[in-house]
Every structure is written in C-alpha cells, then in structure tokens.
C-alpha cells in the first residue's frame, strides 16, 4: 500500500479545537463511576460477548462531542434499538431544585413537543415528566429537597421515579455546591441502591474555578474529584462522557450505538461531500479551453482532511493533497471531458460542472473507504462511479438551460441533487454499485 494507517486521534479535538477533550476510555469512565456503581459495570462487562465489548470500546472513540451531533446519533440508532431490543431502559434525572435537571432533560428528548418548561425561578417541575428518547425512557423531576406541604409531594413524586429507574443521574449546581440538604438528598439517594451518575451542572460559570469546585463537591460526596462529571447542560458541553456512562451500564443501549455510528460517520462525510462538490461545480465555470483540475486538488484535499478526521485519523493538508492526487481522478475527469465533448450537444459549463462534482463526490467516497478500510478503490471503480455520477448531474443540471448559470444558482442545485439522493441517508448504493460492476462479485 502507498500509505500506511495514520495514527488515531481523537473526534472530539477536531469538533472543538478550543476544548482539546479526550473521548474517554474504558478505564476512564470506570473511574468516573462513583464506588458503588463500578459493581454495576463489572458485572455488565463481564456479562458481554467479546464482540459487544469491542462494540462499547468502538463507541467510546467516536460519540460526538457536541448535544446536535450526539442527537443524530442517538436519532440513527433508535432504529437498531427498536428492531433488536423490547424493554428500554429508565433513566432518571434526579437532585435539588433549579440545578438544571430540566434543560439536561430537553438535551435528550428528541421531539419539541415533549421538552420540559424551563425557568429561573425554582420549582418551574412540579410533576414528573417522561419521554422516549429512542435509546431508553428519561424522567425529568421535580426538586427532592423542598420543603413544606407542596416540596413534600414533589420530593416523593422525584423518589418515586428514581426508585423505579434503571440508572440515576444525580445533577448538582456548581454555583450551590454541596451543603447538607443536599448531601442529605444524596445519601437518600444512594440508599435506593440504584447505579448512579453525579454531574455537577452550570460549569460554565465557574470555569476559572472549575477544578476547585468540582474538587470540594468531591469531598463533600466522598468521593474522588473524577466522578463527579462537570456538565453545561444549556449547551450540551459535557452529554457525551454522560451517555458513556450511561451506556457503559446498559448493555443495550451501547450495542444500539454501536450499530448506528458507521451511519452517523456516513452522513457527516457526506456534508462534507456535498459542500466540496457545489464548490467544485463553481470552480469547473472559469473559462478553460479544457477542463483544468488542478484548482480543484485545494477544495478536494480539504474535503479529504475533513473525512479523515472524521474517521478518527490525524493528517496534515499536504498528505491529504498527496491522497488526492494518488486517486488519478484529475486525470479521468480531464478524459472523460474530452470523450463528452466530442459527443456535442451539451455546453461546456455543463459538463466542466458535472464532471467536477461526480470526480469530487467518488474522491470523497474514495476516501472514506481509504480511512473506514485502508483499501484504495480500483481505477476500474473510479471511473465506473464517476460516469455514472456525471450522467445523473447531466440530468439534473438540463433544467437550468444553455446559459451558464449563477454561481450561487449552481451551487444550491448541486446541493440540493447530492441531499435528495438516497446517499444522504446511506452509501450502500454506491458500495452496490461498485459490486454490480466487479467482474468476481465474490470478491
């Protein structure tokens, strides 16, 4: 092979280059685990297969670091979970009033119309609330340390919910820290004996003295400053190392997640995809007395930067310009130019548009394969997509007329044909495509 496999590198430092976060480990959230709740993920460690076990270290490398993308991901997984599994597990959101049990609630719910009302003032939850996130049931509750005659139902009402769930996330305020009414609540809490999560919610405003305040909240709960995991539930900075946790202790929900991120991967490639693809239909507008590819190689080699780090692979932009280049698709779409032109019929900027975008589009597919499997695609498949990629553009570019159009009148047309293709949702076409022309399907 021309290139060996790149070293691995986290998803996350790429998403928020400002927050340089590590994915966690195995071992790293066995730490975050509060005493009690490391027995749990003992047993359901050693109650998996050796392929659900790989499935969970998979996870682990590439949940998404941000609450939208986390959604998508947990949105395609639903699917699997529904199919393979029946009884979802309950995940209760428990602790003191107005530490932002609600807006974590919202974070997971998947429809508007089931989000908790939210609000500054305490006591804006008076009554449990449930939702079907796709993955597991979460409950949101009301604050269990009120007092008087309405507190009093309302810390039952949060009791009662967290004695009937699977898993407790147990949320304090980094602002309130931890004082005895709400080590009281905890030590009730725990007394359920239900494996539990602690996050310590609103970090954001004490980011100077995140360290100290998570350290005293520690020492407070008795446990160490690592398992009481720092939360901005408003943003979502923070969910993905909960749903670790989470799914560390649900052996369900981790298999769900495994089966759903190779699709998550796909559609964030595809963006990628498509964005370089309309730019690269503009581009092929210069006049040209042939179609030149060469100011193509900057917009598809960032697109290749891109896919890699997706894929969880570090690589600078002159490796990603040198695997551009090693594909040869500047070459067959110079070829494939010249063999259409002679055909006549079409205008030049129709076929120099086409072109571009199919040879963009299989680069990126190309790259993707690259990075998911280390195999490089024949020069055979290469051309078989890129010409079957062109003639559909030729299609869909017909209606724009003879006269060259707008950039920005060809670029959303790009677009919008590469998001109603079927490949938005899936890249089985394409990987069908390439076995229907291979001369040993076998193979």
Do not use: C
């Given at each position: 092979?021309?290139f060996?496999r790149?070293?691995h590198?986290p998803?996350?430092?790429?998403?928020?280059?400002f927050n340089?976060?590590t994915?966690p480990?195995?071992?790293?959230i066995f730490?975050?685990?509060p005493?009690e709740?490391?027995?749990?993920f003992?047993?359901?460690?050693?109650?998996?297969?050796p392929?659900d076990?790989s499935?969970?270290?998979?996870?682990?490398?590439g949940?998404?670091?941000?609450a939208n993308?986390?959604?998508?991901?947990?949105r395609?997984s639903a699917?699997?979970f529904?199919?393979a599994?029946?009884?979802?597990s309950?995940?209760?959101?428990v602790g003191?009033?107005n530490?932002g049990?609600?807006t974590?609630?919202?974070q997971f719910?998947?429809?508007k119309?089931?989000?908790?009302?939210?609000?500054p003032l305490?006591?804006?939850t008076?009554a449990n609330?449930?939702?079907?996130t796709?993955?597991?049931?979460v409950?949101?509750t009301?604050g269990a340390d009120a007092v008087?005659?309405v507190g009093?139902?309302?810390?039952?009402?949060?009791?009662?919910?967290?004695?009937?769930?699977d898993?407790?996330?147990?949320?304090?305020?980094?602002i309130?820290?931890?004082k005895q009414t709400e080590?009281?609540?905890?030590q009730?809490l725990?007394?359920?004996?239900?494996?539990y999560?602690v996050v310590?919610?609103k970090?954001?405003l004490?980011r100077r003295q995140?360290?100290?305040v998570?350290?005293?909240?520690?020492?407070?709960?008795?446990l160490?400053?690592?398992?009481v995991?720092?939360?901005v539930?408003k943003?979502?900075e923070g969910?993905?190392?909960i749903?670790a946790?989470?799914a560390?202790?649900?052996p369900e929900?981790?298999?769900?997640l495994?089966?759903?991120?190779?699709?998550?991967r796909w559609q964030l490639?595809?963006?990628?995809?498509v964005?370089?693809a309309?730019v690269?239909a503009v581009i092929?507008?210069t006049?040209?007395?042939?179609?030149d590819f060469?100011?193509?190689?900057?917009?598809q080699s960032?697109?290749v930067l891109g896919?890699?780090?997706?894929?969880n692979?570090r690589i600078?932009?002159?490796?990603a310009?040198?695997l551009a280049?090693?594909f040869?698709?500047?070459?067959?779409?110079?070829?494939?130019f010249?063999e259409l032109s002679?055909?006549?019929?079409?205008?030049g900027w129709l076929?120099?548009?086409a072109?571009a975008?199919?040879v963009t589009?299989?680069?990126?597919y190309?790259?993707?394969i690259?990075?998911?499997?280390?195999?490089?695609?024949s020069?055979?498949?290469?051309?078989n997509?890129?010409q079957?990629?062109?003639?559909?553009?030729?299609?869909?570019?017909r209606?724009l007329?003879?006269r060259q159009p707008?950039?920005t009148?060809?670029?959303?047309r790009?677009?919008?044909?590469?998001?109603?293709?079927?490949?938005a949702?899936n890249?089985s076409?394409?990987?069908?495509h390439l076995?229907?022309q291979?001369?040993n399907?076998?193979?």
């Amino acid at each position: 092979m021309i290139f060996k496999r790149l070293h691995h590198t986290p998803f996350l430092a790429f998403v928020i280059p400002f927050n340089p976060l590590t994915m966690p480990t195995l071992q790293d959230i066995f730490r975050k685990l509060p005493p009690e709740t490391r027995d749990v993920f003992r047993i359901v460690w050693e109650s998996l297969s050796p392929a659900d076990r790989s499935t969970l270290q998979a996870l682990l490398g590439g949940l998404p670091p941000d609450a939208n993308l986390l959604r998508l991901l947990m949105r395609l997984s639903a699917h699997q979970f529904r199919t393979a599994f029946g009884q979802k597990s309950r995940i209760a959101i428990v602790g003191p009033a107005n530490v932002g049990k609600s807006t974590l609630y919202n974070q997971f719910v998947q429809q508007k119309n089931e989000r908790a009302e939210v609000g500054p003032l305490p006591g804006t939850t008076r009554a449990n609330q449930e939702a079907d996130t796709g993955l597991f049931h979460v409950v949101d509750t009301p604050g269990a340390d009120a007092v008087g005659q309405v507190g009093e139902r309302e810390r039952e009402e949060a009791l009662t919910a967290a004695a009937a769930a699977d898993v407790l996330i147990i949320v304090f305020d980094a602002i309130q820290g931890i004082k005895q009414t709400e080590l009281d609540l905890y030590q009730r809490l725990k007394a359920l004996n239900k494996p539990y999560i602690v996050v310590m919610n609103k970090m954001d405003l004490v980011r100077r003295q995140s360290a100290a305040v998570i350290a005293r909240a520690a020492q407070n709960l008795g446990l160490e400053s690592a398992q009481v995991l720092p939360l901005v539930a408003k943003s979502g900075e923070g969910l993905p190392q909960i749903l670790a946790a989470i799914a560390a202790l649900q052996p369900e929900i981790t298999a769900a997640l495994g089966q759903g991120l190779p699709h998550y991967r796909w559609q964030l490639a595809w963006r990628s995809i498509v964005s370089a693809a309309s730019v690269s239909a503009v581009i092929a507008l210069t006049p040209l007395p042939m179609i030149d590819f060469a100011p193509l190689i900057v917009t598809q080699s960032v697109m290749v930067l891109g896919i890699a780090r997706i894929y969880n692979y570090r690589i600078t932009l002159e490796r990603a310009r040198e695997l551009a280049a090693t594909f040869g698709l500047g070459l067959l779409g110079r070829t494939l130019f010249g063999e259409l032109s002679k055909l006549g019929g079409l205008p030049g900027w129709l076929l120099a548009a086409a072109i571009a975008s199919s040879v963009t589009v299989v680069m990126g597919y190309a790259a993707v394969i690259w990075f998911e499997r280390g195999e490089k695609l024949s020069a055979a498949s290469l051309q078989n997509l890129t010409q079957s990629l062109t003639a559909m553009f030729l299609e869909s570019l017909r209606g724009l007329g003879r006269r060259q159009p707008g950039k920005t009148s060809l670029q959303q047309r790009i677009q919008q044909v590469l998001n109603q293709s079927p490949l938005a949702e899936n890249r089985s076409l394409l990987d069908d495509h390439l076995k229907d022309q291979s001369p040993n399907p076998g193979e």
